[in-house]
């Protein structure tokens, strides 16, 4: 596997875990079990019955919980730890056998993507949760869940995809926290 494809496949896992981390295990696993594609050893890790069992149960549990206004904010704030520490974990597991550089590299690198889609989900969430009516959260987390999968999917078969997409959710990440930071700054300048 050559260098551009493993770095294209672990931006596309770190950002889909920072949003779902047991989708995401899951998606690893099962496609492993299933040789959905020819993935190298090193995400043999995954292909576990323990593994895709304990990924299933607990995105199950999150795709409920995920539903139910400030349930899921509560929840986030649980996983904003467990995430990126899951990201990070993938990540390394998707450089496979490296030098231990490379491999703190690949679990900052993992654990910061993580960690970026992490906040921009827990963020959309509370946003969420100031509206009245709960479809929103359910729209909401549909859509995230959808997102997860497709982004999975295509880091399996198309690895330079899912990177063009994390690119650009990195990149409204960005410009969203921009946007952010200069609205608190007018406001305080007000007060």
């Known amino acids: 596997m050559d260098v551009l494809t493993t770095l294209s496949r672990t931006l596309g896992f770190s950002f889909a875990a920072g949003v779902n981390l047991y989708a995401t295990v899951a998606i690893l696993g099962l496609a492993g079990r299933y040789q959905w594609v020819n ?20 995105y199950l549990i999150e795709f409920v919980a995920d539903k139910i206004p400030w349930v899921d904010s509560i929840w986030d704030a649980v996983h904003t730890a ?12 998707s450089i496979g056998h490296a030098q231990p550089t490379i491999q703190v590299a690949a679990a900052l690198a993992g654990a910061a993507l993580a960690s970026g889609s992490h906040l921009a989900k ?12 709960p479809f929103s959260n359910w729209i909401l987390s549909l859509l995230e869940d959808g997102f997860v999968v497709v982004l999975g999917l295509l880091a399996l078969r198309y690895p330079m995809a899912a ?29």
Do not use: C, H
């Open 39 to 58: 993935l190298p050893e090193q995400f043999q890790v995954f292909d576990n019955d323990w593994i895709i069992g304990a990924a299933l149960v607990l």
């Open 82 to 93: 467990i995430r990126p520490a899951g990201a990070a974990l993938i990540a390394v597991a």
């Open 122 to 133: 827990a963020g959309m969430r509370i946003a969420a949760n100031t509206s009245p009516e």
């Open 163 to 191: 990177a063009a997409i994390v690119i650009g959710g990195v990149a409204v990440i960005l410009m969203s926290a921009r946007w952010l930071v200069r609205k608190v700054q007018s406001r305080t300048r007000r007060v």
